[in-house]
């Protein structure tokens, strides 16, 4: 399964904490770890730093902790264990997955379960309440989709639509209507 990735695992570059103005990018390949930075001073004694590189394996990285907190200083300690997991060859293949095959996926989900998965991650919370989700769940779930039905659930958004009642969707395209023909009678 790991012959599937990609050469490239992970990238992110970043500039250092404050007062730095440094550069840096983290690079992670199925071979190595590759750590970059960039001085960038005003103070004569840095204006002739080159830029400088460190490449370790997998299984040295694990050893070396120097680099190790240079990482987590720079990006983070979250960064620095997802680092951890590829060099050790724990692979999140359900995060490489593209929005729209996990949108496919989701939607063959029930209600409960996507209130359930819209916790675990920030991505998954964004998935749960996109219109992309919401749209055919609310087209299955409904007979005839007006065309005021549908301005006004582009409007406030499918999944509030879905989760309206009849009684507040009647009276949101009553509102609409009313706001629609007030602006075409101020325009004659």
């Given at each position: 399964?790991?012959?599937?990735?990609?050469?490239?695992?992970?990238?992110?570059?970043?500039?250092?904490p404050?007062?730095?103005?440094?550069?840096?990018?983290?690079?992670?390949t199925?071979?190595?770890?590759?750590?970059?930075?960039?001085?960038?001073?005003?103070?004569?004694e840095?204006?002739?730093?080159?830029?400088?590189?460190?490449?370790?394996?997998?299984?040295?990285?694990?050893?070396?902790?120097?680099?190790?907190?240079?990482?987590?200083?720079?990006?983070?300690?979250?960064?620095?264990?997802?680092?951890?997991?590829?060099?050790?060859?724990?692979?999140?293949?359900?995060?490489?997955?593209?929005?729209?095959l996990?949108?496919?996926?989701?939607?063959?989900?029930?209600?409960?379960?996507?209130?359930?998965?819209?916790?675990?991650?920030?991505?998954?919370?964004?998935?749960?309440?996109?219109?992309?989700?919401?749209?055919?769940i609310?087209?299955s779930?409904?007979?005839?989709?007006?065309?005021?039905?549908?301005?006004l659930?582009?409007?406030m958004?499918?999944?509030?639509?879905?989760?309206?009642?009849?009684?507040?969707?009647?009276?949101?395209?009553?509102?609409?209507?009313?706001?629609?023909?007030?602006?075409?009678?101020?325009?004659?």
């Amino acid at each position: 399964m790991a012959s599937l990735l990609p050469e490239t695992l992970f990238e992110i570059v970043g500039e250092g904490p404050a007062p730095s103005k440094d550069y840096y990018q983290l690079l992670v390949t199925r071979s190595q770890v590759i750590f970059r930075w960039w001085k960038i001073s005003l103070r004569s004694e840095y204006r002739s730093a080159k830029p400088g590189e460190t490449k370790e394996s997998h299984e040295n990285f694990l050893e070396n902790s120097h680099l190790q907190v240079q990482i987590a200083l720079i990006f983070g300690a979250r960064i620095l264990d997802y680092v951890f997991h590829l060099c050790e060859g724990k692979f999140d293949f359900l995060e490489r997955l593209s929005d729209n095959l996990l949108l496919n996926i989701i939607s063959y989900l029930d209600l409960e379960d996507i209130a359930s998965l819209s916790q675990t991650s920030r991505r998954f919370s964004k998935l749960c309440i996109s219109d992309k989700l919401w749209e055919p769940i609310v087209q299955s779930a409904c007979d005839n989709i007006t065309p005021e039905m549908r301005a006004l659930a582009e409007d406030m958004g499918w999944r509030q639509m879905f989760f309206a009642n009849k009684l507040q969707l009647q009276r949101q395209l009553r509102k609409r209507k009313e706001s629609q023909e007030s602006e075409r009678d101020s325009q004659v």
